[in-house]
């Protein structure tokens, strides 16, 4: 089955350590999207990447990095750099053809 | 700037409508998306309007005015399994671009 599989679906990890979230999809998707989602706030976007090797900062990209070196893959680390990392992450793909953007399943990341 | 407006929460009783509403000021406009959100999960697909007019499937419907930058999405026949966040998202330039979303609004479906 096609889809976006995101991993792990709860992660724990101490304040000053940074985390990588994966996000994989089988869509042959070009564009893939990293929202944060916090109670109140809506999705809100921190990178996106639209081709292989090229990705854009969002709206709150400050904290956070990426990487998109497969079509596939697009892995977002969280840095210590990041005030508040403590939210639910969601990664999306969208293709050509497609209008909607289709969601992983999200990663809830608790810094402790 | 990007601003998309939902009421934060709405109440509906099973078997009622409901109408859920969204006005949006964007940089520009290539298209409205409706997307239903149960807490936790992943957001999905419900809806898109391109043109002016209605966009009917199934039970749910979603009506764009571009000219007045509004959208609404209407669910019939509620069922207390459509409790959930419903988010509103524009995409505004063309090609494969993000969407902005709203902030959804809460709908809970009480007997």
């Known amino acids: 089955d096609g889809g976006i599989t995101q991993s792990p679906k709860y992660l724990f990890r101490k304040e000053g350590q940074n985390v990588t979230l994966s996000c994989e999809q089988n869509l042959n998707h070009d564009a893939m999207y990293w929202y944060r989602q916090d109670p109140g706030q809506g999705l809100r976007l921190i990178y996106y990447s639209q081709i292989v090797n090229d990705f854009q900062k969002g709206d709150i990209a400050e904290g956070y990095s990426v990487s998109r070196e497969k079509k596939e893959s697009f892995p977002l680390t969280v840095t210590s750099a990041q005030k508040n990392p403590t939210a639910f992450y969601l990664c999306?793909?969208?293709?050509?053809?497609?209008?909607?953007?289709?969601f992983g399943q999200g990663t809830r990341l608790t810094v402790v | 700037g990007q601003n998309i407006d939902q009421p934060t929460e709405m109440t509906a009783t099973e078997g009622a409508i409901v109408q859920i509403n969204c006005t949006y000021q964007t940089s520009g406009f290539n298209g409205l998306f409706w997307y239903q959100q149960h807490a936790g999960e992943a957001p999905t697909f419900l809806s898109y309007?391109?043109?002016?007019g209605l966009e009917e499937k199934g039970r749910f419907s979603s009506f764009l005015s571009r000219s007045k930058g509004y959208s609404y999405l209407l669910l019939k026949e509620l069922q207390m399994k459509d409790s959930a966040s419903y988010l509103c998202?524009?995409?505004?330039?063309?090609?494969?671009?993000?969407?902005?979303f709203g902030k959804g609004t809460r709908l809970s479906v009480i007997a």
């Open positions: 309007n391109v043109l002016d």
């Open positions: 999306a793909s969208s293709g050509d053809f497609d209008t909607e953007a289709f």
């Open positions: 998202a524009v995409r505004s330039h063309s090609g494969n671009t993000p969407l902005v």
